[in-house]
């Protein structure tokens, strides 16, 4: 065989950049695939390496976003916040100072801004100044608020779900009431589950369970044997004159990590290093051993494919639309979430100035519209859609 004996590791980048791919994704593609599981296994094998690449990709991009998080957005939302608590105090100041807000109406508006504005900062962040700026403008504290929203958002998802809630839950939003009677219905249906007599299993289904079985411990033993080879292969006595002591034990590390971790593709690419196995060994294999490492290779693309989703998942929400996720998309939804927060501070900063003039705060007050106070009701059918349970949507409250 002409291939040197060390190459880069399966999902190593090489150090030349001539798009040369990787041992074992490049032997498999030398053959031809003599039938559909040798199509599977070729299939399955660069499926996985194309899978393990964007998994490095977002690996990689995770720390670059973390960075940019903390350098650019972090302190944006700390100063959008400082301009908001500014904007509240300002509020307050101008309610109190006489002869500024004249009318009822206008104290009116003025009295549900400063609420309006509190209650936000405080769902974000405690603040006993705001509190206190708070409870001095609102009919109710803010603890008594809170512990009126949070008996009421419970009343309603109990009753919602036909459901008693544990009398020491706890919970700061609707949604989190939701997540609660969610897990309790799920708990409460497992134990049913339980005290029901098992159904007897059918002669059909315990033959397909054992089956199940043999093919999961056939596949086990072939990827025990490929281990077994190379642990002969890398012993230390072992006589082997392309292989120095060193580079014996940093390959029967690498050995030990992937047979650990069920790593067949690590297994069959050391095997390819070291020269224990070569392209045309890969496309003679019989046909019961690639049946065995096809049900490997699914079983790792499968775990492969759950940890780029759940790599992704956050990404995903800041760019629900995108097909196919990349990070060159986050990084547009990031500039524009920059962008807004830029414009929203520099927009606050303007109002900061602006509403010292008293008739240009009564102006504004004539066009501001209060939010309707915390009208869960109106997000409830959303949030049992997203939690995937059916009911009514709630009919929205008129203003």
């Known amino acids: 065989m002409s291939k040197p004996p060390f190459q880069n590791s399966l999902f190593e980048t090489p150090d030349n950049d001539d798009g040369i791919s990787q041992p074992l994704v490049a032997a498999v593609s030398r053959e031809k695939p003599k039938d559909k599981q040798q199509a599977a296994f070729q299939r399955l094998i660069k499926q996985i390496h194309e899978h393990r690449g964007e998994i490095e990709t977002w690996q990689a991009y995770t720390l670059r976003y973390n960075q940019l998080v903390a350098s650019e957005l972090m302190p944006l939302y700390a100063r959008l916040r400082e301009r908001r608590i500014a904007m509240a105090h300002l509020l307050n100041e101008q309610f109190h100072r006489r002869g500024v807000i004249r009318s009822k109406q206008q104290r009116h508006a003025l009295r549900a801004m400063i609420l309006d504005l509190t209650r936000d900062l405080l769902q974000e962040e405690h603040d006993e100044a705001l509190v206190a ?8 504290t803010h603890a008594e608020a809170a512990e009126l929203n949070q008996a009421l958002s419970r009343d309603i998802v109990e009753n919602l779900f036909d459901i008693r809630l544990a009398d020491d839950a706890n919970a700061d939003s609707i949604e989190e009431w939701v997540a609660k009677a969610m897990q309790q219905r799920q708990q409460e249906e497992a134990q049913r589950a339980e005290k029901r007599t098992p159904r007897r299993k059918s002669a059909k289904t315990l033959a397909a369970e054992e089956k199940r079985a043999e093919a999961e411990k056939a596949a086990s033993q072939s990827v025990r044997e490929v281990y077994r080879k190379l642990a002969s292969a890398l012993h230390p006595d072992r006589a082997c004159n392309a292989l120095g002591a060193e580079q014996k034990t940093a390959l029967m590390q690498r050995v030990n990590r992937a047979y650990d971790s ?6 069959l690419n050391i095997q390819l290093e070291i020269e224990q196995i070569d392209a045309e060994h890969l496309s003679n294999l019989s046909a019961e051993r690639v049946a065995h490492y096809v049900q490997v290779l699914r079983e790792q693309l499968d775990e492969l494919k759950s940890e780029l989703r759940m790599m992704t998942a956050p990404y995903r929400q800041l760019v629900p639309s995108a097909s196919k996720l990349q990070p ?5 939804a990031m500039k524009g979430e920059t962008d807004r927060l830029n414009q929203h501070v520099r927009q ?7 509403f010292t003039d008293p008739a240009k705060l009564t102006a504004a ?7 309707d106070d915390t009208d869960e009701l109106a997000t409830l059918g959303e949030l049992l859609n997203a939690f995937g349970t059916p009911g009514t949507r709630p009919p929205r409250r008129k203003r």
Not at 133 to 140: A, E, G, K, P
Not at 328 to 332: G, N, Q
């Open 133 to 140: 700026l708070h409870d001095r403008h609102s009919d109710f």
């Open 262 to 267: 069920g790593n067949l593709l690590e297994l």
């Open 328 to 332: 060159v998309y986050v990084d547009m």
């Open 348 to 354: 606050l900063e303007d109002d900061l100035l602006t």
């Open 365 to 371: 007050l004539k066009d501001y519209v209060p939010e």
